[in-house]
Structures are given as C-alpha cells and as structure tokens.
C-alpha cells in the first residue's frame, strides 16, 4: 500500500476550505479531486488529469454509484410529478390546517420523519416536498427543515427494524470476524444494538426538543432570526446557491391530501418489497402499485396521462433539478477519495465494524467472558461505531443524505452543513460520555442516564452562551 504521508489530507482540507471561502460545492469538489490525483501522479498536472478522468468514469462504472444516482433522479422525478400534480401542496395544505403555530408544524414534520424510516433518501426528498409550503407559510427557515430532514433520516434508519440500512449493517456484522463466536442471529445482535446507539437515539430526541422549545444556538439562530424577521428564507449571499431547486408551480387540480398518501404508501410499498427480496415478484408488486397510481380514479395525474409529451417533459424537468445534488454525489463518491487517504475516507460503518467486532471479542475472551458478557461487549462496540457513522453523515459536507435533506428543503447546502454542525457535534460529545459509562459500568439504563443528564446541561447552557445575542441580522 502506497503512503502519501500528510499529503493524504491535502485533497478533503483542500475541498472543505475552498467550499467555505468560494460558496461553490461543485468547483471545490473538483479541485479537491484534481489535487488528489496531483498527488497520487506525483505532481504531474497532465498525468493528473488523465487520471482524473479515470477516476471519474471509474466512480460512474461502478455498480453501486450509479443506482445511487438513478435511484436519486427517478427519486427526484417522482417528487416533481407530485408538485405537478398538486398534491404535495394538497397535502402541505392539509398539514397546515391541522397544525396551525411554528411549534405544531415542527412538530409535525419531526414525527413524519420518523413515520418514513424505510429509506434516508426517501425520507429527505419526500418530506421536503409536502412541508416546504407550510414551513414558509410559518417562516421557518429553510436550514430548520434541513436540519429536521437530516436528523430523521440516518439515524431514524440506523435504528428501525425495517429499513434500507439494517441489511447493510447485518450484512457487516455477519461477516465480521469472531461473530460465530456469539451464537446469536444478526438480526437479534442489530436489536441489541438499538438501545445502545446513543448518538442516534438523542439525535432524534435534539431534533424533537428544538421543534418543541425553540432553543436554537449557533448560526442557525440566525437563519431563524432573518426567516422570522423577513430577510429571506435561506441566504445564498452568505451561504451560495440552493442545493436543489425542487420546487414547481402546482397544477390547477382537485388533488386532495389522500391523493399525495395514497401514492407514498404505495412508493413505500414498493420500496420495501424491493429492498427486502431479490426475487421478480418485488418487481412485480413494484410495477403493480403504479398501475394502482396511475388508475387512480380521483388521482391528477390521470389528466396529464393523456398529454404524452407534457408529462415525458415534466418527468425529465423533475429529474433534471437534481442535477446540482447528483453532481455533489458524483464528484463526492469519487474513488481519489478512496484512494488517496485510504485509511481516512471511507464509509466507516462498512470499514469499522469488521475492525472493532473481532478486537472486542479477543479481549472479551481474554477477560474470561463468555454467553450473554461476550454479547454485550461486541454489541456496545457495534452500536458505538453505527453511532459514529451517522453523526460523520452529519456532519460532512459531502454526505449522501446532508446533500438531499439540503436539496428537499431548498436550502443553500453550505448554510445546512454550518447550521447544523453544532447540533451534531453537540449531541456527540453527550453520546462520547454515555459511551465511556457504557464500558466502564455494562450497564445499558446508565449509560442513557448520563447521556440524558449531559443533554439536559447542554441544552440549558448553549442557548445561553451562543445564542440570539451572538448574532446580527443584516439584509
């Protein structure tokens, strides 16, 4: 394995630094990745950018890489034919009468968010779609309603027991190295896990205090301040251009609330059956449900079923507004980031776990333990490292899911990335000191009891010492 030293850091510093100073996420990207690739061609701009270019078509060869980015497109198209059709207004519309102050409609979404645990992206785009009328009708800002898309997103599926992630992570720790060794199933061990991933779990609980008490602290109580004062929604002055422009002039249509749900259960059913089998009847079932849509006799979309061409243009308009995201995403899951850093860079969940599982059964069986005390051991290790993954998602500028809770809210992605930075790495440190109680008692109930009391601490003291008084509002 080749060694770069210190110049592995150069390439991901090089992208955050530029991304803050030029306001520009797809330029810094591709800077950051053409002095990777300097580095790993030793300095040789043209070697640098053939290599480049390889890279490049390497990261849109692979398999994985370009499900993601159809997966988002098709993702994106669905949520503009529901702009389209009207009824992600419709059902904003209803939300909006049912939740009537600032509180309710936080509220609201944090629990919609948590209801769609099926898959982080769906989550991010969907919600978006149907709350962004009602949040502006409320002035919230939209880096509040990023943030509540992203804080329901990784870890509400980290945590679900149905869900795109849990197969990934029980495909991970099946795999790993001494789990033979504990005699229970993977599903069993990812249960165990749940109530020990600390981080998640007071993610969760962070997004549900600050829709209930309003309490902000850092830059975004500033976003709040210019959204409730008048200022604007988001500010592309400071922060650059909105991640994903998703939305669209609603059709004149008799959409109803219905309408917009029946279409998500049937999009989440098919999701489901598809990410639960291999086999064609998923396929099958998927292609039944938008029949189902599509025949729907009060659905709108039926009328634009008879203007072929309007509706081909609307679908490709619809994917087309991802292209800003999509490119964040390809440029992001670039293979120098892999490859230059190597041991710094990599999806940490599917790295970690086959490192942490088999150290902590050695030293358990080097303690002398054995049955349900080996079990714990591996399992607080486990949910520690899926932790970890999830408040890394959170805070990197080039995470999957921080790109589309920004572009589902209509938020200029670097203000979603500075606003709620501090949350997560405040809820990290509590989870960093529920972690140490975990291991140093074995006592699951403890360890939420100190987590719990260093949140409490925090979110009565931040709001104090970075709160409204620590900001200035200016047009």
Not at 175 to 180: I, K, L, T, Y
Not at 187 to 202: G, K, S, V
Not at 404 to 413: F, I, K, R, Y
Request: overall charge positive; glycine content about 8%.
């Amino acid at each position: 394995m080749e060694n770069f030293g210190i110049l592995a850091l150069l390439s991901p510093v090089l992208t955050v630094v530029l991304a803050i100073w030029t306001k520009d996420v797809i330029v810094s990207l591709f800077l950051g990745i053409f002095a990777g690739a300097m580095t790993v061609a030793g300095g040789n701009p043209l070697q640098a950018l053939l290599r480049l270019t390889d890279l490049l078509a390497e990261m849109l060869a692979d398999g994985w890489n370009i499900r993601i980015i159809l997966f988002c497109a098709l993702l994106g198209a669905l949520v503009g034919m529901w702009h389209k059709t009207g009824a992600a207004y419709a059902f904003g519309s209803w939300a909006g009468k049912k939740a009537k102050s600032k509180t309710s409609v936080l509220l609201f979404t944090w629990i919609f968010g948590i209801i769609i645990f099926i898959d982080d992206y769906f989550n991010s785009l969907t919600i978006g779609a149907c709350m962004r009328p009602v949040t502006n009708e409320k002035k919230i800002s939209r880096a509040k309603l990023a943030y509540i898309l992203d804080s329901t997103a990784a870890p509400v599926c980290i945590i679900a027991l149905i869900s795109s992630r849990v197969i990934t992570v029980m495909s991970y720790t099946k795999g790993s190295e001494g789990f033979d060794k504990l005699g229970i199933s993977e599903f069993t061990y990812f249960i165990r896990t749940i109530p020990n991933n600390l981080y998640a779990l007071f993610a969760i609980l962070m997004v549900a205090f600050v829709a209930f008490k309003g309490r902000d602290f850092g830059p975004m109580v500033r976003s709040e301040a210019r959204a409730e004062k008048g200022f604007g929604l988001f500010d592309e002055n400071k922060y650059g251009t909105v991640a994903g422009k998703l939305d669209q002039k609603a059709a004149t249509t008799n959409a109803t609330w219905f309408d917009f749900l029946f279409r998500l259960c049937c999009s989440l059913s098919a999701r489901l059956c598809s990410s639960r089998s291999r086999h064609g009847w998923a396929r099958l079932m998927a292609k039944t449900f938008t029949t189902w849509v599509k025949r729907w006799p009060r659905c709108p979309s039926e009328r634009l079923s008879t203007i072929p061409m309007r509706r081909k243009r609307s679908f490709i308009q619809s994917c087309s507004r991802l292209s800003f995201p999509i490119s964040i995403l390809c440029c992001g899951v670039s293979s120098i980031f892999r490859r230059v850093p190597k041991r710094l860079w990599k999806e940490s969940r599917a790295i970690m776990i086959p490192i942490a599982m088999p150290i902590a059964v050695a030293l358990g069986e080097k303690m002398g333990l054995s049955g349900n005390a080996l079990i714990n051991i591996t399992v607080y290790s486990t949910a520690s490292v899926m932790g970890g993954a999830v408040f890394g998602d959170h805070c990197s500028p080039i995470s999957d899911t921080t790109i589309l809770s920004s572009t589902g809210a209509n938020c200029p992605h670097l203000e979603h990335v500075a606003t709620q930075m501090p949350y997560a790495v405040f809820v990290a440190i509590c989870a960093a000191f529920g972690i140490a109680a975990l291991g140093i008692t074995d006592s699951t109930i403890l360890a939420l009891l100190v987590t719990a009391v260093m949140f409490a601490i925090g979110i009565w003291v931040l709001p104090k010492v970075w709160g409204v008084q620590k900001y200035k509002l200016e047009d």
